[in-house]
Every structure is written in structure tokens, then in C-alpha cells.
């Protein structure tokens, strides 16, 4: 094992915990560790580092995972993902102006996504035919679930994202100053940055990630594909400062400890991120809680264990929005990205095939599961011009 000192990116979001908490608690130097925790602010930053050897691991989306070792949108670098540090943790936030707007435009309960996306399509129209300017959502990265997120709720309502509305990138810690000072009328981010939004009476919290879609890998640990061949031992013992950081993390006894750490590295009020932990938080300014246990998963094999499904899910993602060819040879590339067998070997684990690893199935508010067909996925849904683009299912 390296006795050298191990630097690891990481952005100012809850998601980093495992990482926060195995450098900050001492598990990582129980596994015979020295890391220093790099704080970044974009993900381009992280990626580049990560890719040219200036970071040896990196806290990364797991779409540009997928994305640098298929050389899409980038230089190709190959990497793998031996650890899923977060399942969810996303939310859309809208400004007040815009969430007026969709609850004057909606034609039912505003928290189902149908509903909320029909009116969006319906303030579309309506801001069109006033010649007022386009919306701008932001989102952090093209290869981001925040990116595919919208995209599926906005489709679903019959918006074309590519032309009745604009996506910007922003880095997470830019987006509540983007909301404030009107350069975005919403974004969809990663926790903390949804409730800052609210705290600060900027924005309201419209919809949680997993009620866009119940289960999605985040952010994995990533490390360059050649550098894990040449040093095994610390990939492993990496794994397991990890599994031991997200079992402190789950438990509900050290809550308190571990949102008092991660104040400490994301400058956010520790309350918020307890409350992000236990999954209720505060959707609107005048104080009204929402919950879900789905909200973010950090800890357990359930989130931890890089399941190949969710690999095949983020491929099928930019397969569908034209990132990527649709290919069965791309597909596997892609979820030979997630490593379950580099998980299980460093917790000394016998093999298991893919298919009997733990995962939740993925399901969206509307439309098909997805089940791993990535080819009977994408083929369902076309888009349909009716005055403008829309998109829908095909029933």
C-alpha cells in the first residue's frame, strides 16, 4: 500500500458524507490511510483533476463516470466506480414567481409531478405567445442526473428541453446566488444548496429527485482504471473506510455528530443538514416540511454496493437525449464503469453475479420501469410536433 498521502476532490454537497466522515473520523486512517479532502466547486474541475492524475479519487457524478470512460463530451479516460457514495438526494427548485405561475396553471395537486409538468408546459406556452423570454433552469452538468431529472419531469409534460426551455450549467454553490439574482427562474441540485434556496426566501422546494425517479446512483467514488491496477491494496482498504463511514452515517445515534461535520466543510448550517439526513426538510418560506425517506441514502449496501443496473439506467439516459450512440457494445462499456466485484473483494466477500446484488428497482412517476433493456427504454418514447416540439410516451 502507498504510504503516500491520497488527495480526493470532493464539491460542498451532503453527498460527499462518506468521504467527510472517513477522513474526519478516523476511519480511513483505521485502514492505514493518509487523505486529504480537496475542496472543488465545479465538476469539470474535479473531472480534469481526477483525469490527468492531479486528484488519485475523486467524490463524482456518476454519469460523467460513465461519460469519461466512454469518451463522450471529453477526452476519453477510463474509470471505474468501486463505491456508490449517495442513492438520490436531488430536488427542483423554483422561484416564488414560478411556483405561482404553476399553481395558477395546474389542473390538480401541484406536488404530483404530471400535474406540476402539464403546467410548466402550460406557463411555456403562455410566457411564448407574450413574447417574454425563455426560462432558464440550471443544472450542474451535462452528464448529471440533476440534467436527466429535468428532462424526464419536462418531457412528461409535453416540453421539448432542448427548445422551450434553457438549461444552463451552474456549479452547486452558484445556484442559490443565480435564483436570487434572477439569472435562473429554477434549478434541480443537490442537497444542501434546495433548502439554502428556502432559507434564505429565494426559492421553493417543487419536487424531491426520487419522486422523478425512485432510485438513482448520485455520486460514486471514482478512481482512474490504471491507477486501481497499480495500487489494489489502497482501493480496497478505500472501500472499506467507506462501508465503515456509511454505517456511522445511517445511524440515526450519530446524526447530530455527522451534520456537525459536514457544516464544517460545506460552510451550511448544521440544522439543515441534519434535517437533509433524516429526510424532511423545508419546501417553502413559510415553513411547510416534507418528507421521504428515499430523500437521500448514504449508508448500506442498498446505496454503497455499485449496482450495474444504474449504470445501465445513466447510459440509457444519454443514449435517449442524444449524448450517446445506442449501442449493446456502449451499454456494457458503461457498466463495467460500476465495479460490485471490487466492493465485495475488499470486504472479503465471494464473487456475485450482477444480477444478485441488492438494488432498489428503477421507477419513474410515469412510464415504463426500467428493467436494464436499454433498447425497449429508449424506443419508448418519441417526439411528437404538434405547433411545437412535444414528447410522450408511446402507449
Not at 492524475?53 to 479516460?77: E, K
Not at 410548466?120 to 440550471?138: H, I, M, Q, W
Not at 421553493?204 to 426520487?210: A, E, M, N, P, S
Not at 449501442?327 to 460500476?338: I, K, L
Request: proline fraction near 6%.
Amino acid at each position: 500500500m502507498s504510504p503516500d498521502t491520497l488527495r480526493i476532490g470532493f464539491i460542498a454537497l451532503v453527498d460527499a458524507a462518506p468521504l467527510v466522515i472517513a477522513v474526519d473520523h478516523g476511519f480511513a486512517a483505521e485502514q492505514g490511510l493518509s487523505v486529504e479532502l480537496v475542496r472543488e466547486v465545479s465538476w469539470s474541475n474535479v473531472r480534469d483533476k481526477l483525469n490527468i492524475g492531479l486528484f488519485d479519487a475523486a467524490h463524482l457524478l456518476s454519469p460523467v463516470a460513465i461519460a469519461s470512460s466512454l469518451g463522450i463530451g471529453h477526452v476519453r479516460v477510463p474509470l471505474l466506480a468501486p463505491f456508490n457514495l449517495a442513492l438520490n438526494g436531488n430536488a427542483i427548485t423554483v422561484s416564488p414567481r414560478l411556483y405561482d405561475e404553476l399553481a395558477g396553471a395546474a389542473d390538480g395537486d401541484i406536488a404530483d409531478p404530471l400535474v406540476s409538468a402539464r403546467a410548466l408546459a402550460r406557463v411555456v406556452d403562455e410566457r411564448k405567445a407574450r413574447g417574454d423570454d425563455v426560462l432558464n433552469f440550471g443544472m450542474t452538468f451535462p452528464f448529471s442526473n440533476h440534467n436527466y431529472q429535468l428532462r424526464f419531469w419536462m418531457a412528461a409534460g409535453g416540453i421539448d428541453p432542448d427548445e422551450d426551455v434553457r438549461l444552463v450549467v451552474l456549479p452547486p454553490p452558484y445556484m442559490v446566488d443565480s435564483l436570487t439574482n434572477g439569472q435562473v427562474d429554477a434549478f434541480c441540485v443537490g442537497a444542501p444548496w434546495n433548502s439554502v434556496a428556502v432559507e434564505s426566501g429565494v426559492g421553493r422546494i417543487l419536487h424531491f429527485g426520487c419522486e422523478i425517479v425512485s432510485s438513482m446512483s448520485e455520486k460514486v467514488l471514482a478512481v482512474r482504471e490504471q491507477w486501481s491496477k497499480t495500487h489494489p491494496e489502497t482501493v480496497a482498504a478505500l472501500i472499506r473506510a467507506l462501508v465503515n463511514a456509511g454505517a456511522f452515517i445511517a445511524d440515526p445515534v450519530n446524526r447530530t455528530t455527522v451534520a456537525a461535520s459536514l457544516s464544517k466543510r460545506l460552510d451550511v448550517s448544521a440544522e439543515i443538514i441534519a434535517r437533509t439526513l433524516a429526510g424532511e426538510l423545508k419546501v417553502s418560506m413559510e415553513g411547510m416540511m416534507r418528507g421521504d425517506s428515499r430523500y437521500i441514502m448514504l449508508g448500506g449496501d442498498l446505496a454503497n454496493r455499485p449496482d450495474t443496473l444504474q449504470a445501465a439506467w445513466l447510459y440509457a439516459q444519454t443514449a435517449r437525449w442524444g449524448q450517446a450512440p445506442l449501442s449493446d457494445e456502449m451499454c456494457a462499456m458503461a457498466q463495467t464503469t460500476f465495479r460490485p466485484d471490487l466492493y465485495d473483494a475488499a470486504l472479503g466477500r465471494a464473487p456475485a453475479p450482477p444480477e444478485a446484488g441488492p438494488g432498489l428497482s428503477i421507477r419513474m412517476f410515469t412510464g415504463p420501469d426500467f428493467t436494464g433493456d436499454v433498447h425497449a427504454y429508449v424506443s419508448a418514447w418519441r417526439a411528437k410536433r404538434s405547433g411545437r416540439p412535444r414528447l410522450s410516451l408511446v402507449r
